[in-house]
């Protein structure tokens, strides 16, 4: 008797460490997935952001369905490890020690769900997102509805192809002028530092531009001259409403 109840000691304390470690880290990432997945709200290219429209989503079903399913999980995760703790704070292993044995090993399934949402959120909030593309603005590089990979961190260079929110619309446009350049657009072409970098006829009215750009303005267009309402229709684009660099394109 006193071995078996010495073996029942020590499973026991094994179980109620593991059930310390359970209920301190989940609670704990689903503390900081709570607080990034609201801080990268200000993301119009959160996967997660609450105020994101289907239309730059490359499949819109698709991420609902991802969407769904994900919130599902996170439910079923809170409610279990919810029952858990308060069993946990009851004691109740000492009345029915089986059925917490089975509860635990349930949560083992479900203790991966807010390290992997931790690791998504922080990748996709603060390094890379995806999109779609609207439109042929920036044919042949891209054509409409192409898949984007965008990168949040990147050192962004003249002839990058950069994303940026243009009142409430998102344009994928190429980067032309940098802060600091001498750029002058006329009839006749793009010209850097007096420096004929381009030569096109734009179909615009008035497109005349001639000035050193500020410290925190860019100068874009659109591949497509022709069509793409670009910095020569809506003028200089500003640091803060460029959203990322496009590195990849996804699709076949």
Known sequence: MEIENEKFFIEHEKLMKRSNILVISFFLFFAFDLYFFIYFQTNPLFMFNLNRSTENLPNALLSGIFALVLYTIIALAVIFYLWFLVLYLKKYYRVNYKLYQKIQQILDFFHVVPTFLFVVILVNGWFFSVAKVDGSSMYPAFENEDTVVISFQSTLIRRDVIIIQQEEN???????????????????????????????????????????????????????????????????????????EVILEMNP
């Open 170 to 244: 998102f344009l994928v446009k190429r980067l032309v002028g940098l802060p600091g350049d001498k750029l002058k657009v006329d009839e006749t072409g793009v010209y850097i530092n007096d420096q004929l970098v381009e030569s096109f006829v734009p179909d615009f009215e008035s497109i005349y531009y001639d000035k050193v750009l500020a410290e925190n303005e860019y100068y874009v267009l659109g591949d497509n001259r022709t069509i793409s309402l670009d910095s020569r229709y809506f003028g200089i684009v500003l640091e803060e409403q460029i959203l990322g």
